[in-house]
């Protein structure tokens, strides 16, 4: 008589591959939220060279403009750094440079570090 054979995973197998989605769903919804930030914030530095008010601005035009957009969608802890935006007169015009870290936790004491760094030029007028 010829013994049937086994398809499938057991039980112990379908723990630890729900464990291991769980756990890479857990850490994804932690992260996601810091991307989509990021790219708002790339977003309205784009918006804010696009703009026709922008050229030949001084930077605390400029940086109004971004506040003021940063506020729109809901983005408070840039407006909190005063260091993340830099702005710098070039021949050109304006030089805005984007840089910070993002930190948060993933499980207990584990935590994620993302830096982020954006530039644009806005011409003079």
Do not use: C
Not at 13 to 31: D, E, G, H, K, T
Not at 38 to 45: C, D, L, N, R, T
């Amino acid at each position: 008589m010829m013994q049937k054979k086994q398809y499938g995973m057991t039980m112990i197998s379908w723990v630890i591959v729900i464990s291991l989605v769980a756990i890479q769903a857990v850490a994804a919804m932690r992260i996601v939220p810091v991307y989509m930030n990021y790219y708002s914030v790339k977003k309205i530095m784009e918006e804010v060279k696009a703009d026709s008010t922008s050229r030949g601005a001084a930077p605390k035009q400029l940086e109004a403009a971004i506040n003021k957009r940063l506020n729109i969608n809901g983005i408070y802890d840039l407006q909190k750094n005063p260091d993340a935006f830099s702005f710098q007169k070039t021949q050109e015009g304006m030089n805005i440079t984007l840089y910070y870290e993002a930190r948060g936790p993933i499980y207990g004491n584990l935590e994620f570090v993302a830096t982020f760094e954006h530039e644009i030029d806005i011409p003079a007028k």
